[in-house]
Protein backbone atom coordinates (compact mmCIF):
# COMPACT_ATOMS: atom_id res chain seq x y z
CA UNK A 1 0.00 0.00 0.00
CA UNK A 2 3.09 2.05 0.04
CA UNK A 3 2.45 2.44 -3.80
CA UNK A 4 -0.59 4.69 -3.61
CA UNK A 5 -1.11 8.25 -3.91
CA UNK A 6 -3.83 8.28 -0.79
CA UNK A 7 -4.86 11.15 -0.19
CA UNK A 8 -2.90 13.21 -3.06
CA UNK A 9 -3.69 14.26 -6.23
CA UNK A 10 -0.28 12.75 -7.42
CA UNK A 11 2.67 10.34 -6.26
CA UNK A 12 5.04 13.81 -6.60
CA UNK A 13 3.23 15.49 -3.91
CA UNK A 14 2.49 13.13 -1.58
CA UNK A 15 6.60 12.18 -1.94
CA UNK A 16 7.22 16.07 -1.55
CA UNK A 17 4.96 15.50 1.65
CA UNK A 18 6.98 12.55 2.89
CA UNK A 19 10.09 14.18 3.13
CA UNK A 20 9.76 14.73 6.87
CA UNK A 21 9.44 10.94 7.19
CA UNK A 22 11.80 10.16 4.07
CA UNK A 23 14.48 12.02 5.73
CA UNK A 24 13.75 10.35 9.28
CA UNK A 25 14.27 6.79 7.39
CA UNK A 26 17.50 7.84 5.76
CA UNK A 27 19.49 8.72 9.26
CA UNK A 28 17.30 6.55 11.46
CA UNK A 29 19.88 3.91 13.04
CA UNK A 30 22.35 6.05 12.02
CA UNK A 31 22.54 8.72 14.40
CA UNK A 32 22.98 7.99 17.99
CA UNK A 33 19.80 8.76 20.05
CA UNK A 34 22.20 11.29 22.43
CA UNK A 35 22.67 12.49 18.25
CA UNK A 36 26.40 12.72 19.18
CA UNK A 37 27.86 10.16 16.30
CA UNK A 38 27.55 9.01 12.93
CA UNK A 39 27.77 5.17 11.99
CA UNK A 40 27.41 4.39 8.28
CA UNK A 41 27.18 0.66 8.32
CA UNK A 42 27.69 -0.30 5.11
CA UNK A 43 30.80 1.97 4.41
CA UNK A 44 32.93 0.69 7.51
CA UNK A 45 34.96 -1.75 5.48
CA UNK A 46 36.28 0.99 3.27
CA UNK A 47 35.68 3.60 5.85
CA UNK A 48 39.91 3.61 5.68
CA UNK A 49 40.63 3.97 2.49
CA UNK A 50 37.38 6.89 2.89
CA UNK A 51 39.68 8.64 5.11
CA UNK A 52 42.65 8.37 3.51
CA UNK A 53 41.49 8.99 0.19
CA UNK A 54 43.37 11.32 -2.14
CA UNK A 55 40.55 12.58 -3.99
CA UNK A 56 36.34 11.32 -4.17
CA UNK A 57 35.17 11.32 -7.48
CA UNK A 58 31.55 11.20 -7.60
CA UNK A 59 29.42 9.98 -10.57
CA UNK A 60 25.70 10.37 -11.13
CA UNK A 61 23.10 11.77 -13.89
CA UNK A 62 20.24 14.16 -13.37
CA UNK A 63 19.11 15.03 -9.69
CA UNK A 64 21.49 13.07 -8.30
CA UNK A 65 24.26 14.94 -10.34
CA UNK A 66 22.98 17.66 -8.28
CA UNK A 67 23.15 15.82 -4.74
CA UNK A 68 26.81 15.00 -5.64
CA UNK A 69 27.47 18.60 -6.36
CA UNK A 70 26.29 19.11 -2.65
CA UNK A 71 28.10 16.30 -1.41
CA UNK A 72 31.12 18.03 -3.31
CA UNK A 73 30.97 21.61 -1.43
CA UNK A 74 30.09 19.57 2.14
CA UNK A 75 33.07 17.13 2.01
CA UNK A 76 35.49 19.96 0.70
CA UNK A 77 34.43 22.07 3.66
CA UNK A 78 34.41 19.34 6.09
CA UNK A 79 36.31 16.70 5.57
CA UNK A 80 38.62 18.61 3.64
CA UNK A 81 38.99 15.86 0.90
CA UNK A 82 38.89 17.29 -2.90
CA UNK A 83 35.97 16.31 -4.94
CA UNK A 84 34.96 16.02 -8.81
CA UNK A 85 31.29 15.76 -9.61
CA UNK A 86 31.08 13.65 -12.94
CA UNK A 87 28.22 13.24 -15.14
CA UNK A 88 28.26 9.72 -15.26
CA UNK A 89 28.05 9.79 -19.39
CA UNK A 90 31.29 12.06 -19.89
CA UNK A 91 32.99 10.22 -16.73
CA UNK A 92 32.60 7.03 -18.86
CA UNK A 93 33.87 8.05 -22.16
CA UNK A 94 36.81 9.83 -21.19
CA UNK A 95 39.56 8.94 -20.59
CA UNK A 96 39.67 9.75 -17.13
CA UNK A 97 42.52 9.33 -15.04
CA UNK A 98 41.65 7.29 -11.54
CA UNK A 99 43.80 6.07 -9.36
CA UNK A 100 43.60 3.29 -6.56
CA UNK A 101 43.90 5.78 -4.20
CA UNK A 102 40.87 7.48 -5.21
CA UNK A 103 37.59 6.60 -3.94
CA UNK A 104 34.69 6.74 -6.86
CA UNK A 105 31.01 7.54 -5.34
CA UNK A 106 28.23 6.57 -7.43
CA UNK A 107 24.56 8.46 -6.59
CA UNK A 108 21.96 6.94 -8.00
CA UNK A 109 18.07 7.01 -7.03
CA UNK A 110 17.48 3.67 -8.90
CA UNK A 111 20.67 2.01 -9.02
CA UNK A 112 20.17 0.80 -12.34
CA UNK A 113 21.21 3.91 -14.13
CA UNK A 114 23.25 2.37 -17.45
CA UNK A 115 25.48 5.00 -17.40
CA UNK A 116 26.38 5.51 -13.50
CA UNK A 117 27.01 1.73 -13.21
CA UNK A 118 28.97 1.60 -16.74
CA UNK A 119 31.24 4.57 -14.99
CA UNK A 120 31.60 2.38 -11.82
CA UNK A 121 32.73 -0.74 -13.90
CA UNK A 122 35.43 1.43 -15.38
CA UNK A 123 36.37 2.89 -12.41
CA UNK A 124 36.62 -0.50 -10.16
CA UNK A 125 38.49 -1.79 -13.36
CA UNK A 126 41.24 1.04 -12.24
CA UNK A 127 41.51 -0.04 -9.22
CA UNK A 128 39.49 2.39 -7.42
CA UNK A 129 37.25 1.98 -4.08
CA UNK A 130 33.83 2.00 -5.28
CA UNK A 131 30.53 3.27 -2.85
CA UNK A 132 27.41 3.38 -3.75
CA UNK A 133 24.56 5.87 -2.64
CA UNK A 134 21.27 4.58 -3.85
CA UNK A 135 17.85 4.11 -2.97
CA UNK A 136 16.37 0.89 -4.68
CA UNK A 137 17.78 -1.89 -2.35
CA UNK A 138 19.51 -4.95 -4.54
CA UNK A 139 19.67 -3.01 -7.62
CA UNK A 140 22.73 -3.10 -10.16
CA UNK A 141 24.46 -0.49 -8.91
CA UNK A 142 25.11 -1.66 -5.18
CA UNK A 143 25.73 -5.23 -6.66
CA UNK A 144 28.97 -3.77 -8.37
CA UNK A 145 30.12 -1.73 -5.48
CA UNK A 146 32.69 -2.32 -2.54
CA UNK A 147 30.44 -0.49 -0.17
CA UNK A 148 27.40 1.47 0.18
CA UNK A 149 24.57 3.56 2.21
CA UNK A 150 21.41 2.78 1.39
CA UNK A 151 19.19 5.71 1.39
CA UNK A 152 16.00 4.83 2.28
CA UNK A 153 13.47 6.76 1.33
CA UNK A 154 11.21 4.56 0.04
CA UNK A 155 9.81 4.02 -3.53
CA UNK A 156 9.58 7.12 -5.87
CA UNK A 157 6.72 6.94 -8.15
CA UNK A 158 7.03 10.56 -9.88
CA UNK A 159 9.51 10.82 -12.32
CA UNK A 160 10.67 14.08 -11.03
CA UNK A 161 13.08 13.11 -7.78
CA UNK A 162 12.08 15.17 -4.67
CA UNK A 163 12.96 12.57 -1.53
CA UNK A 164 15.54 10.85 -3.06
CA UNK A 165 17.12 13.82 -3.43
CA UNK A 166 16.74 14.84 0.16
CA UNK A 167 17.74 11.71 1.02
CA UNK A 168 20.65 11.34 -1.19
CA UNK A 169 21.77 14.44 0.50
CA UNK A 170 21.23 13.34 3.78
CA UNK A 171 23.75 10.76 3.45
CA UNK A 172 26.35 12.98 1.57
CA UNK A 173 25.71 15.51 4.76
CA UNK A 174 26.15 12.27 7.37
CA UNK A 175 29.51 11.46 5.34
CA UNK A 176 30.92 14.75 5.45
CA UNK A 177 30.64 15.29 8.66
CA UNK A 178 31.68 11.92 9.68
CA UNK A 179 34.83 11.98 7.32
CA UNK A 180 35.08 15.19 9.23
CA UNK A 181 35.45 13.98 12.26
CA UNK A 182 37.96 11.34 11.64
CA UNK A 183 40.27 13.45 9.69
CA UNK A 184 40.22 16.24 12.44
CA UNK A 185 39.33 18.49 10.22
CA UNK A 186 35.89 18.90 12.21
CA UNK A 187 36.55 19.38 16.03
CA UNK A 188 34.06 17.84 18.47
CA UNK A 189 32.15 20.27 19.60
CA UNK A 190 30.80 21.62 15.74
CA UNK A 191 30.45 18.02 14.64
CA UNK A 192 28.10 17.58 17.28
CA UNK A 193 26.18 21.30 16.60
CA UNK A 194 26.35 19.93 12.68
CA UNK A 195 24.75 15.90 13.71
CA UNK A 196 22.29 18.19 16.02
CA UNK A 197 21.00 20.53 12.92
CA UNK A 198 20.50 17.60 10.55
CA UNK A 199 18.43 15.93 13.48
CA UNK A 200 16.35 19.19 13.56
CA UNK A 201 15.32 18.99 8.98
CA UNK A 202 12.00 17.07 9.44
CA UNK A 203 10.63 19.33 11.76
CA UNK A 204 11.63 22.31 9.78
CA UNK A 205 10.73 20.83 6.30
CA UNK A 206 7.22 20.47 8.08
CA UNK A 207 7.08 23.70 9.28
CA UNK A 208 7.90 24.95 5.69
CA UNK A 209 4.95 22.54 4.20
CA UNK A 210 2.59 24.64 5.71
CA UNK A 211 2.94 27.59 3.67
CA UNK A 212 1.91 25.06 0.72
CA UNK A 213 -0.89 27.42 -0.25
CA UNK A 214 0.78 30.71 0.13
CA UNK A 215 3.62 28.86 -2.49
CA UNK A 216 0.69 27.92 -4.80
CA UNK A 217 -0.15 31.69 -5.01
CA UNK A 218 3.10 32.23 -6.11
CA UNK A 219 3.01 29.65 -9.10
CA UNK A 220 -0.38 31.11 -10.04
CA UNK A 221 1.53 34.47 -10.61
CA UNK A 222 4.03 32.94 -12.94
CA UNK A 223 2.33 29.74 -14.21
CA UNK A 224 2.83 31.69 -17.76
CA UNK A 225 6.39 32.51 -17.79
CA UNK A 226 8.31 30.74 -20.51
CA UNK A 227 11.60 31.45 -19.04
CA UNK A 228 13.10 31.54 -15.63
CA UNK A 229 16.67 31.50 -13.90
CA UNK A 230 17.09 30.27 -10.34
CA UNK A 231 20.24 31.48 -8.69
CA UNK A 232 22.58 30.35 -5.23
CA UNK A 233 25.85 30.53 -4.57
CA UNK A 234 27.89 27.86 -2.95
CA UNK A 235 25.98 24.74 -1.64
CA UNK A 236 22.86 26.84 -2.90
CA UNK A 237 23.87 26.66 -6.33
CA UNK A 238 23.72 23.16 -6.93
CA UNK A 239 19.88 23.48 -5.38
CA UNK A 240 19.55 26.25 -7.80
CA UNK A 241 20.11 23.64 -10.69
CA UNK A 242 17.54 21.29 -9.20
CA UNK A 243 15.11 23.90 -9.02
CA UNK A 244 15.52 24.58 -12.44
CA UNK A 245 14.78 21.05 -13.52
CA UNK A 246 12.19 20.46 -11.22
CA UNK A 247 10.96 23.17 -13.23
CA UNK A 248 11.61 22.28 -16.73
CA UNK A 249 10.66 18.45 -16.69
CA UNK A 250 7.40 18.92 -15.08
CA UNK A 251 5.86 22.41 -16.64
CA UNK A 252 7.85 22.25 -20.15
CA UNK A 253 8.95 26.03 -19.11
CA UNK A 254 12.53 26.84 -20.05
CA UNK A 255 14.90 27.10 -16.53
CA UNK A 256 18.23 27.79 -15.69
CA UNK A 257 20.35 27.15 -12.58
CA UNK A 258 23.19 29.28 -12.13
CA UNK A 259 25.62 30.61 -9.51
CA UNK A 260 24.68 33.96 -8.88
CA UNK A 261 27.63 35.44 -9.40
CA UNK A 262 28.48 34.49 -13.09
CA UNK A 263 24.96 36.03 -13.73
CA UNK A 264 26.74 39.39 -15.10
CA UNK A 265 28.49 36.54 -17.36
CA UNK A 266 25.47 36.02 -19.52
CA UNK A 267 21.91 35.37 -18.48
CA UNK A 268 21.52 39.30 -17.24
CA UNK A 269 20.86 39.83 -20.52
CA UNK A 270 17.70 38.20 -20.57
CA UNK A 271 16.65 39.33 -17.68
CA UNK A 272 13.13 41.85 -18.26
CA UNK A 273 9.78 42.71 -16.36
CA UNK A 274 8.38 39.12 -17.64
CA UNK A 275 11.91 36.65 -16.11
CA UNK A 276 10.83 35.01 -12.81
CA UNK A 277 14.32 34.96 -10.99
CA UNK A 278 14.20 32.83 -8.05
CA UNK A 279 16.94 33.50 -5.81
CA UNK A 280 17.89 30.70 -2.96
CA UNK A 281 19.02 33.79 -0.68
CA UNK A 282 19.13 32.03 3.38
CA UNK A 283 21.48 33.90 5.80
CA UNK A 284 24.92 32.42 4.88
CA UNK A 285 28.41 33.49 4.27
CA UNK A 286 27.33 34.91 0.71
CA UNK A 287 24.49 36.57 2.43
CA UNK A 288 25.57 39.92 1.63
CA UNK A 289 26.57 38.95 -1.89
CA UNK A 290 23.28 37.31 -2.81
CA UNK A 291 21.61 40.98 -1.90
CA UNK A 292 23.39 42.35 -4.38
CA UNK A 293 22.31 40.10 -6.93
CA UNK A 294 18.83 40.59 -6.19
CA UNK A 295 19.32 44.21 -6.71
CA UNK A 296 21.06 43.66 -10.08
CA UNK A 297 17.56 41.91 -11.02
CA UNK A 298 14.96 44.05 -9.70
CA UNK A 299 17.80 46.91 -11.38
CA UNK A 300 16.55 45.15 -15.10
CA UNK A 301 12.57 44.26 -13.79
CA UNK A 302 12.93 40.93 -13.17
CA UNK A 303 10.76 39.73 -10.85
CA UNK A 304 12.43 37.76 -7.96
CA UNK A 305 11.26 35.38 -5.80
CA UNK A 306 13.67 35.22 -2.92
CA UNK A 307 13.99 31.82 -0.25
CA UNK A 308 15.28 33.26 2.93
CA UNK A 309 15.65 32.84 6.23
CA UNK A 310 12.57 33.60 8.68
CA UNK A 311 12.11 37.33 9.77
CA UNK A 312 14.63 38.36 6.78
CA UNK A 313 13.57 41.67 6.46
CA UNK A 314 16.07 43.46 3.96
CA UNK A 315 14.94 41.19 0.92
CA UNK A 316 11.28 41.40 2.05
CA UNK A 317 11.89 45.02 0.94
CA UNK A 318 13.59 44.61 -2.44
CA UNK A 319 12.11 41.33 -3.62
CA UNK A 320 8.67 40.48 -5.26
CA UNK A 321 7.95 37.49 -2.82
CA UNK A 322 9.70 35.95 0.04
CA UNK A 323 9.10 32.57 0.94
CA UNK A 324 10.75 31.68 4.24
CA UNK A 325 12.48 29.01 5.73
CA UNK A 326 13.31 28.34 9.23
CA UNK A 327 16.60 29.19 10.27
CA UNK A 328 19.41 26.89 10.14
CA UNK A 329 23.07 25.75 9.83
CA UNK A 330 24.44 26.73 6.80
CA UNK A 331 25.25 22.89 6.16
CA UNK A 332 21.58 21.71 5.99
CA UNK A 333 20.39 24.60 3.58
CA UNK A 334 20.06 22.42 0.62
CA UNK A 335 17.28 19.96 2.09
CA UNK A 336 15.01 23.21 3.53
CA UNK A 337 15.75 25.45 0.57
CA UNK A 338 15.00 22.98 -2.35
CA UNK A 339 11.10 22.03 -0.59
CA UNK A 340 9.81 25.32 -1.77
CA UNK A 341 11.37 24.80 -5.42
CA UNK A 342 9.59 21.27 -5.37
CA UNK A 343 6.19 23.24 -4.41
CA UNK A 344 6.46 25.79 -6.77
CA UNK A 345 7.38 23.61 -9.79
CA UNK A 346 4.62 20.99 -9.31
CA UNK A 347 1.82 23.75 -8.60
CA UNK A 348 2.92 25.54 -12.07
CA UNK A 349 2.90 22.32 -13.68
CA UNK A 350 -0.55 21.25 -12.37
CA UNK A 351 -1.78 24.62 -13.50
CA UNK A 352 -0.51 23.87 -17.09
CA UNK A 353 -1.89 20.92 -17.21
CA UNK A 354 0.70 19.01 -17.63
CA UNK A 355 1.70 15.40 -16.80
CA UNK A 356 3.02 15.94 -13.24
CA UNK A 357 4.07 12.37 -12.74
CA UNK A 358 4.54 11.42 -15.93
CA UNK A 359 6.04 13.55 -18.21
CA UNK A 360 6.26 13.44 -21.55
CA UNK A 361 9.88 12.24 -22.86
CA UNK A 362 11.33 11.62 -19.63
CA UNK A 363 11.77 8.29 -17.59
CA UNK A 364 12.41 7.37 -14.24
CA UNK A 365 14.95 5.21 -14.36
CA UNK A 366 17.30 5.37 -17.75
CA UNK A 367 18.77 1.54 -18.27
CA UNK A 368 19.47 2.32 -21.91
CA UNK A 369 22.33 4.69 -23.01
C1 LIG B 1 16.20 10.10 -14.95
C2 LIG B 1 15.14 10.51 -13.95
C3 LIG B 1 15.71 11.53 -12.96
C4 LIG B 1 16.94 10.96 -12.29
C5 LIG B 1 17.97 10.48 -13.31
C6 LIG B 1 19.07 9.67 -12.64
O1 LIG B 1 16.53 11.18 -15.74
O2 LIG B 1 14.04 11.10 -14.64
O3 LIG B 1 14.74 11.85 -11.97
O4 LIG B 1 17.52 11.94 -11.47
O5 LIG B 1 17.36 9.62 -14.27
O6 LIG B 1 18.49 8.53 -12.10
P1 LIG B 1 19.09 7.70 -10.92
O7 LIG B 1 18.12 6.58 -10.71
O8 LIG B 1 20.43 7.20 -11.37
O9 LIG B 1 19.22 8.60 -9.76
Known amino acids: DEIDKGEYEHFML ?40 KRIIIVACGTSWHAAMVGEYLFEEYARIPVEVEYASEFRYRNPVINADDVLIAISQSGETADTLAAIKMAKKQGATIVGICNVVGSSIPRETHAGVYTHAGPEIGVASTKAFTSQVTVLTMM ?20 QELTL ?24 ASNSLYLGRGVLFPVALEGALKLKEISYIHAE ?7 KHGPIALIDENMPVFVLATKDKSYEKIVSNIQEVKARNGKVIAVVTEG ?29 LQIVSYYIAVMRGCNVDQPRNLAKSVTVE
Open 176 to 195: AFMLGRKRGSLYDELYKQLI
Open 312 to 340: DQTIKKLADHVIEVPDCHESVAPLLTVIP
Open 257 to 263: GYPAAEM
Open 201 to 224: VPEKIKHILRSEQYIKDIAETYKD
Open 14 to 53: KEIHEQPSSIGDTFRGRISIDKTKIFLGGIIDVMPKLTQA
